[in-house]
């Protein structure tokens, strides 16, 4: 396998589907979190090799394409490759397939470096691939920023209260937690299937606050935006299909 590419095989479990039998938002999340970790320790950038200079990796922006379904229990292989960094930030890819290639999402994200103890940006110099990152691209368009909604009395809003397990080893509620905040607010019927999903990350979620999730319905295209301590936490959007 080569450097500048990592896949990891993965069965489907139970746990990873809707009580529609669609495969999860977070599932999915889950899966690029997973590769993306991995193969970063492997280019010699992990957690570990940037804790050790008090910086972390922070994700700012991620979206995902629905091309088809998996089943249940079904092998699935996850595919990541980094783009070539830009001024101050990373994209990296990722595609999943099933054991004969057939593609069946395909996605991508945006990540920035920031001091583990202040939380400032830092500047990219501190991180280099050790390999050449490839020039395939599943998005030619630019990933640019969701534009935020007005809130009104009109808007369906679920509240959730973070815990002790939204929490991960950067210290704050992990970015796949809010996937299951927005479908816990969707609260899609067996008719509605997502066909794409895309989220930015603006700001820090801490244990033990209550984040109100805002949602504004236009025919397939569904936008939702976390709110706590009168800060904007995320900004989603959801297409159906």
Same mark, same amino acid.
């Given at each position: ?27 999915? +999340?889950?899966? &690029?979190?997973?590769? $993306? %970790? ?8 992990? /957690?570990? =090799? *940037? ?94 920023? +969701?534009?935020? &909604?007005?809130?009104? $009395? %009109? ?8 815990? /002790?397990? =939204? *929490? ?74």
């Amino acid at each position: 396998m080569e450097k500048n590419i990592f896949e990891k095989k993965f069965i489907l479990r139970v746990s990873d589907f809707s009580c529609f039998d669609t495969l999860k938002p977070s599932a999915i +999340l889950d899966f &690029f979190q997973d590769v $993306a %970790g991995q193969h970063a320790d492997i280019l010699g950038i992990g /957690f570990d =090799d *940037l804790i050790a200079k008090d910086l972390i990796w922070v994700l700012l922006r991620t979206k995902f394409d629905i091309i088809k379904n998996p089943k249940l229990y079904s092998e699935v292989i996850v595919k990541t490759w980094p783009h070539a960094k830009g001024k101050l930030d990373f994209d990296r890819d990722y595609l999943i397939t099933d054991l004969d290639g057939n593609e069946l999402i395909k996605g991508t994200s945006k990540w920035v470096v920031v001091n583990y103890r202040t939380r400032r940006l830092t500047l990219n110099s501190h991180i280099e691939y050790n390999c050449i990152p490839l020039s395939k691209k599943n998005y030619e368009e630019p990933f640019n920023k +969701l534009n935020d &909604f007005e809130i009104n $009395a %009109g808007l369906k809003c679920f509240e959730y209260k973070t815990l /002790f397990t =939204d *929490l991960d080893h950067n210290g704050h509620v992990n970015n796949i937690k809010f996937s299951d905040m927005i479908l816990n607010a969707l609260e899609l019927n067996s008719t509605e299937e997502i066909l794409a999903f895309e989220i930015n990350y603006l700001k820090e979620l801490q244990k033990d606050l209550t984040i109100k999730n805002y949602v504004l319905r236009n025919e397939k295209e569904i936008y939702v935006k976390g709110v706590a301590s009168d800060s904007n936490i995320y900004l989603a959007k959801i297409t159906l299909k």
